[in-house]
């Protein structure tokens, strides 16, 4: 009896350690993340339904204005947003956000109730992104298509090709995380790098180093760090044969001086993290097909869109972390 009651209480108190320990902390987050794209893409998905607008564009468009800026809101799981202006148009919006939707439609504003409560709360994701959907249902009937309804919105032209690639992504996975990331030299491969961000270059006038350089052969497989759709292929007087690559986070791989392009990757192509996409090479600094200025390397440069301009980022820190990861 006395050893039952022992082994009960040990059980207990293995199972307390493992409850409050880091790593089912981790997990719990994890999982609270999982659920919370969950939760996004059936709500994008209800939408379509409404809508008829493909709710892989609305949550292209979404992932956009979350990469675009942090939504401060913590209540909201979406990143849409409308400007009280345009929600309530002349009707001064009150605190609680309560107003019902004939009386904002009646004073000149867009915003609509998604939910059914019969209020148009722009505080509400169901009821923006319903909102949001109906103004793009509107643009698509007037300018034909979807890709002219995204540049009339979002009156930048640059929105419409990123929107459309990672609407490209996740209607092509049918989901909306695709965060898993890769080293881009296989494991076995001979390498190494280290940090050079910002080293001052010899070539091109007054330039910075913007990016990391994996010294490793000719020939090495070069592979794709994330899931992304294929931006640019061909030759720059900089980076040699070189390939960007467009992820979910409307984040920019640039991989250049490479010995040569694998096989099926085209512009528009769809990869994931370890497709191999090229080789190590040492092309570049010169008119097309110039080689050898260098010794062997891939450069790897990353560049974030912040919805006006693109701005280089130091990769380093990032490669440290997936080449632990594999
Ligand atoms: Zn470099």
Partial sequence: ??????????????????????????????TKEINEADLRQALYQKTEALTQVPWYYLAAMDQYERNIRKTNDDDRITGIQISFEKWYGVLPPGPSHNER????????????????????????DED??????????QKIAENNSMESAITAYYEREKATTIITQIAKLFSHYQTVDLSERAFPIPKWNN??????????????GRRIHEGTDIFAGYGTPVRSTSYGVVEIKGWNRFGGWRIGIRDMYSIYHYYAHLNSFADGIEEGSIVEPGDVIGSVGASGY????????????????????NGKNEWAYDPYPYLKRWERQR
């Fill in 286 to 305: 010169g008119p097309e097909g110039t080689s050898g200025k260098f010794p062997p390397h891939l450069h790897y440069g990353m560049y974030k869109d």
């Fill in 191 to 204: 390498y190494s790098y280290r940090s050079t961000w910002g080293d001052t270059r010899g070539y091109g």
């Fill in 128 to 137: 923006v992104l319903y909102t949001f959907a109906m103004e793009i249902q």
């Fill in 1 to 30: 009896m006395i050893r039952l009651h022992r082994r009960i209480i040990f059980f207990s108190l293995v199972f307390m350690f493992f409850m409050t320990s880091p790593l089912v902390t981790q997990a719990k987050e994890e």
């Fill in 101 to 124: 939707e004939e009386l904002v439609t009646l004073f000149g504003g867009i915003g609509k109730d998604g939910n059914g409560d019969g209020i148009a709360d722009p505080t509400d």
